[in-house]
């Protein structure tokens, strides 16, 4: 071969490059891997080319860096100034030289490039037939593909795809689909393509990428995140840069970081007419191509919105036709930030335009809310009070909220309709007081003639301000009679308030039936908040009747319900959370119980049922946790915040759960009160002999205590709550073990763990007393078909690494134990107490002994901070 003249070698010599711009970006600690994008690119390893195609920022770069295996990857950073052609091969040959799979010997390390490199078939041929010729499979990645412009680097890159050299592979990353043709490679099914819906991080690794910038957020906070930015990198990282601060609360696209970012990165390089068509469509949350046309008036929206999902991805379709499109949350939030800003005229006039479109297509609830967001009080008034009833019964409260607030206080006062409404809506979100006073508006404005909706709306008001206060009366009589006419949009809601007056006057079965049709009525009418509501009393009946299965599952799905559509500080989430915190303490589950219950608790007021039943069972929790005398006191505080007006099953479960845990603590005062309380409000049931036996036996007196357990036990005397009978059965095998009878002991036991399984409670059983754990362990294996649900028992009993309750004080003990801090001798100590000293110094050892000390001082120590000098608690009187 002739020696190249030199002058056609200076004519023919690389451009040079940047060693950065073909190196492998590094990625620093705080990498998050992405294990499921890692799986599809290493699967597609082989596939001729891989398009990683998405907005700015949505983590291509670092996806594809912390993938890629230095010694078999040739990397290029694509820049403006690649569209040089020659300068972008210079380029790709320098990547390729500098990876260690490519031998020294090759071509493609000193291949010159002449002055047009992609219209020269020499050229390409003898890249292409070095490609060919390497030994190992290299992978090119050219990041930033968008910047290819000309057509010249276009035609070279075009013609690497067609030709497919055997050595090569190609990973493409860009912000759009470039004008490079895929479809030959995609109709072989030789493309791995990675979108913008791929790429949008998960909750979990939302979490991970959060967590490096030391931000660990709640779960509704990290579930409000990913929403808000859609799962965007940039954005979740933007949103850890102002979370750190923790004075700062991210705004989403109108913090100042992310408009500068989007403004910068994403926004300016739309061509105009694509970033007004954004910036008109951003007031919707989606929009059909009807809408975006209505908006925008141009006849070519469509085409506009399928261009923008197709080469931005910054819209997607969205529902089971993929007729509506979803602007990229942090882009629409900014850009709406910034309409409403820069132009809030036209932003008013988009909303109205809006408000029309959806009117005419016989969508309230978004009309209502565009009408809402033009400020305009009569644009809002007439539909408000067309709607307020069938918004509240869907559980729309937010946009009534809004409305409300547009249209003023003032014209609501003189509105007994609107009056009204608020009146409910206040009720619902736990805010009696506010129900009061606008219930007092309603009366002010009462018109002469009122019609029977409006009627019917005053008296189901008034049925729910009956049942929150816990008004019996009040309850039955403003649910008498029936409704006139059927089929009525308030039937449901009638027929709830009339089961709950059934409920009220003890008639569970009644009740029951009336809560299924109202069900049915209020699903056919899509009136979801009203469905939701009688999830919920169903849940609480199966409860009371014992089928705790069915409870779980009827207040998850209430539950499930509040979480979709934002109900959970309203009485219908409150109520789920707390059916499930019972029974998730049911199920020996305290921290799962703990957290249904301070969801609950977010409710200002939900009644005084539903006060007592979350303070009791989230202090059972606390309880078992180990958290002895906070449990104990939350308990107490339930009870007295619960008041009187509640049913006797609640009644019933906040004194057998306080009586429980105050005898187990050795607080004889406390558990005396609850049994006292008892006997006036819950009389001659199974219960009080439940409780008058564990103090019997507490005592010493264990053939008193099996007395009053007989009539329990063998159901002489009904008990109300359903597990009671697994509390007897295991108190009497306490009693009978500590009598030395193992025999009826184990069939007590036996018993209690027959009905345990069968209701699905673990409860009385995992945190139940030594004795009866020492009897399943020692005859473990030897229960026949409940050997496995006793193994269950054990285990979980395991689970539990909170410290053991020391063995309960005496009374005398206890006297004893509170004067050890005086420092008093213990001659000085038996004149107190008028005993001799010797009787002093052997309730000492029993201390000792069952607090598991050897020194005075030790004693107390444990005793403090085990709670266990009872104290009264200011709240209560002797």
């Known amino acids: 071969m002739a020696e190249a003249h030199p002058e056609e070698l200076r004519e023919n010599a690389r451009r040079r490059v940047p060693r950065t711009k073909v190196a492998v970006p590094a990625v620093g600690p705080d990498f998050v891997r992405r294990p499921r ?58 990547a390729l030289s500098g990876c260690p799979s490519v031998p020294h010997d090759s071509p493609l390390r000193d291949q010159p490039v002449p002055r047009r490199p992609s219209r020269d078939p020499g050229f390409l041929a003898a890249v292409f037939g070095a490609l060919d010729d390497l030994p190992d499979v290299v992978r090119l990645v050219l990041d930033d593909l968008q910047e290819l412009t000309e057509p010249e680097p276009l035609q070279g890159l075009e013609a690497l795809v067609r030709y497919r050299p055997a050595g090569l592979r190609l990973v493409l990353a860009s912000r759009e689909t470039s004008s490079l043709s895929l479809a030959r490679l995609r109709s072989a099914g ?13 909750p979990t690794e939302a979490r991970a990428l959060l967590a490096v910038s030391g931000v660990d957020p709640r779960p509704t906070q990290l579930r409000r995140l990913v929403e808000q930015t859609g799962g965007w990198a940039a954005g979740l990282k933007l949103a850890a840069m102002s979370l750190t601060d923790a004075d700062k609360v991210f705004l989403g696209g109108s913090d100042r970081e992310v408009g500068n970012y989007l403004l910068a990165e994403v926004l300016s390089e739309l061509p105009d007419q694509q970033r007004d068509l954004l910036c008109t ?126 249209v003023g206080d003032q014209v609501v006062a003189q509105d007994s309709m609107l009056a009204l409404v608020s009146a409910l809506l206040c009720l619902e979100e736990g805010e009696p007081e506010f129900a009061l006073l606008h219930w007092a508006h309603a009366d002010a404005a009462w018109p002469p003639h009122p019609g029977a909706e409006l009627q019917l709306l005053r008296r189901l008001v008034a049925a729910r301000q009956a049942e929150i206060t816990g008004d019996v009366g009040d309850m039955v ?85 509040t979480i979709e559509h934002g109900w959970e500080r309203t ?82 479960l906040s004194a057998v759960v306080q009586h429980r845990a105050a005898s187990r603590l050795g607080w004889s005062r406390v558990a005396q009160q609850a049994l006292n309380e008892s006997r006036l409000r819950i009389p001659d049931c199974g219960e009080i002999l439940l409780m008058r036996a564990r103090t019997q036996l507490s005592l010493g007196r264990g053939e008193s205590a099996e007395k009053l357990l007989r009539p329990l036990v063998d159901g002489t005397v009904p008990a109300i709550l359903p597990w009671t009978a697994v509390e007897a059965s295991l108190l009497e095998a306490e009693t009978a073990k500590l009598a030395g009878n193992e025999g009826r002991a184990v069939r007590a036991l036996t018993r209690a763990l027959s009905a345990a399984k069968a209701g699905g409670l673990r409860y009385p059983l995992v945190f139940g007393s030594r004795e009866v754990v020492g009897l399943l362990a020692t005859h473990r294996g030897q229960l026949g078909e409940l ?7 054990l285990a979980a009993r395991r689970g539990f690494a909170g410290p053991e309750i020391p063995d309960p004080l005496t009374e005398r003990e206890r006297s004893v134990l509170r004067l050890l801090p005086t420092l008093r001798s213990f001659d000085e100590i038996a004149q107190d107490l008028t005993v001799s000293p010797n009787t002093v110094k052997t309730h000492v050892r029993s201390i000792y002994a069952k607090l598991r000390v050897q020194r005075r001082r030790d004693a107390v120590t444990v005793a403090m901070d085990g709670g266990l000098l009872e104290t009264p608690h200011p709240d209560l009187h002797d």
Not at 601 to 628: I, K, N, P
């Open 37 to 94: 994008l890692l799986a599809v690119l290493d699967q597609a390893r082989d596939a001729p080319a891989i398009v990683v195609c998405a907005p700015a920022g949505s983590g291509k770069t670092l996806l594809l860096a912390g993938w890629a295996r230095p010694e078999t990857t040739a990397w290029v950073s694509l820049d403006g100034d690649d569209n040089d052609d020659r300068r972008f091969w210079s380029a790709i040959l320098d």
């Open 190 to 202: 030789q493309t791995t393509e990675i979108r913008a819906g791929e790429l949008k991080f998960s």
């Open 281 to 406: 469509i951003s007031v919707c949350e989606k929009v059909s191509a009807g809408l975006a046309r209505a908006l925008s008036g141009r006849a070519d929206a469509a085409t506009m919105l399928d261009t923008l999902e197709h080469e931005t991805s910054l819209v997607a379709r969205s529902g089971a036709d993929g007729a509506w499109y979803r602007m990229q949350p942090l882009v629409r939030s900014y850009l709406l930030a910034d309409l409403g800003k820069q132009a809030p005229a036209r932003a008013a006039e988009l909303h109205a335009k809006a408000a029309r479109w959806f009117a005419e297509r016989g969508r309230p609830v978004p009309a209502l809310a565009h009408a809402v967001r033009t400020g305009d009080a009569e644009r809002v008034s007439g539909p408000l009070r067309r709607q307020a009833v069938s918004l509240i019964l869907s559980g729309e409260h937010e946009v009534l909220h809004e409305a409300l607030a547009v």
């Open 477 to 561: 009589r403003a649910t008498s009679g029936r409704l006139r006419g059927q089929g009525h949009r308030l039937d449901a809601l009638d027929r709830l308030y009339r089961a709950t007056a059934l409920l009220t006057a003890s008639d569970p079965a009644a009740a029951w039936d009336e809560l299924r049709v109202a069900l049915d009525a209020a699903r056919d009418r899509e009136q979801t908040y009203v469905a939701t509501q009688i999830l919920g009393i169903l849940a609480g009946l199966a409860g009371t009747a014992g089928d705790f299965r069915q409870m779980a599952e009827l207040a998850g799905q209430a539950d499930r319900a």
């Open 571 to 652: 009485v219908a989430g409150a109520t789920a959370s707390a059916l499930l915190a019972y029974d998730a303490l049911l199920r020996a589950e305290p921290a799962e119980c703990l957290r249904h219950a301070r969801r609950a608790g977010r409710l200002t007021d939900g009644g005084q049922g539903l006060t007592l039943l979350v303070g009791t069972v989230a202090g059972a929790a606390r309880f078992e946790l180990g958290d002895w005398t906070a449990g104990l006191r939350q308990i107490e505080q339930a009870r007295l915040a619960g008041g009187t007006r509640v049913s006797a099953d609640l009644v019933a």
């Open 787 to 793: 050997n496995t649900f006793a193994a269950e028992i």
